[in-house]
């Protein structure tokens, strides 16, 4: 049973930072793309980063180019993404995915995504 537990969501002034972290089993990681999507209250799910199973690819939304950078550590199962300059627009609950198959991507629209998502970490940017 695959299982994708995110932490380290919470409230932040416009302009802070935040981490959030998700560690994965059920799965070997190492073989697995690893995403994070967000979805803003009344808006649709949307994709924000994806990074491949060696970390060598590593994919932005345009609205976080630049300001949120995702990576992996294989040996903890873990992905991350590092968060700065946060913006009001950016408050979500932020969903940690991996594809069904190995060596898969990560696609960008939620709508296509075939695998696993994490129960979800609120991002609240406000002040």
């Known amino acids: 049973q695959v299982q994708l537990v995110e932490s380290g969501g919470g409230l932040v002034q416009p302009g802070g930072s935040l981490r959030l972290s998700c560690t994965v089993s059920g799965l070997t990681f190492s073989t697995v793309a690893m995403g994070w999507f967000r979805q803003a209250p009344g808006k649709e799910r949307e994709f924000v980063a994806s990074?491949?199973?060696?970390?060598?690819?590593?994919v932005y939304a345009d609205s976080v180019k630049g300001r949120f950078a995702i990576s992996r550590d294989n040996t903890k199962n873990t992905v991350y993404l590092q968060m700065s300059s946060l913006k009001p627009e950016d408050t979500a609950v932020y969903y940690c995915?991996?594809?069904?198959?190995?060596?898969?991507?990560?696609?960008?629209?939620?709508?296509?995504?075939?695998?696993?998502w994490g129960q979800g970490a609120q991002v609240t940017v406000s002040s």
């Open positions: 990074i491949t199973w060696f970390g060598g690819v590593t």
């Open positions: 995915v991996a594809p069904s198959k190995a060596f898969h991507v990560v696609p960008t629209r939620a709508a296509t995504f075939l695998g696993s």
